[in-house]
């Protein structure tokens, strides 16, 4: 639950976000239905990052689910991506929830788009507050753990989505060392 508030206790270590994706990823072909195709489209060469990978690999994880309960038995596609860019808060528009300690500069990103449903307006609003779902099964939990730990990383994550038109999401983690306030 302390992933929550983004006040959760890390881990930290140097994360090479490529190994995390693609360790994942051989777990993830057995999590998603067998009509739906998986993409990896990683980045070379990325820079470390200061990161907790358990969360990260937890992130990816409920990522994919949901791109996956989107799709659901149709057709579909899910892409992962990774890959790396310079962003400041400004350029960040407002489909982007942005941390309290997010600093401009060098940032890696892991992107999971799918062909899935999407969302509608208040779907959108609502996605990372706790326990909002809209699934029979769901218990509305996985975007407000991936939004603590975004948080708790000092990141970005920017979610774009339209009914019918699928989703995609966005996760940027700074690559130069987070400041914190020791406590
Ligand atoms: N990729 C996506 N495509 C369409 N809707 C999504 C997607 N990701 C999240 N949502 C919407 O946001 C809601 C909240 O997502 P969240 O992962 O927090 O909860 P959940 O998937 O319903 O349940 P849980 O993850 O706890 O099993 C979902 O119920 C769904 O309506
Ligand atoms: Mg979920």
Do not use: W
């Amino acid at each position: 639950m302390l992933d929550y508030a983004g006040t959760g206790r890390m881990v930290e270590a140097q994360v090479n976000l490529n190994a995390v994706a693609s360790e994942v990823a051989s777990l993830l072909d057995d999590m998603i239905p067998k009509r739906t195709r998986l993409k990896l489209l990683f980045t070379d060469g990325l820079p470390a990052i200061e990161a907790d990978s358990s969360q990260i690999r937890q992130v990816l994880v409920n990522l994919v689910m949901n791109a996956a309960e989107a799709v659901g038995d149709q057709e579909g596609m899910i892409c992962v991506a990774t890959g790396m860019t310079n962003v400041s808060r400004r350029s960040l528009d407002g489909t982007f929830v942005v941390s309290r300690g997010f600093v401009d500069g060098p940032h890696v990103f892991l992107e999971v788009a799918d062909t899935g449903a999407g969302m509608d307006g208040e779907t959108r609003e609502r996605v990372f507050e706790p326990f909002f779902s809209t699934k029979f099964t769901g218990r509305g939990l996985g975007m407000a753990a991936v939004l603590g730990i975004v948080r708790g990383h000092h990141g970005a994550i920017g979610i774009e989505s339209e009914s019918g038109r699928g989703t995609t999401v966005r996760v940027l983690l700074p690559v130069e060392a987070i400041q914190r306030d020791e406590s």
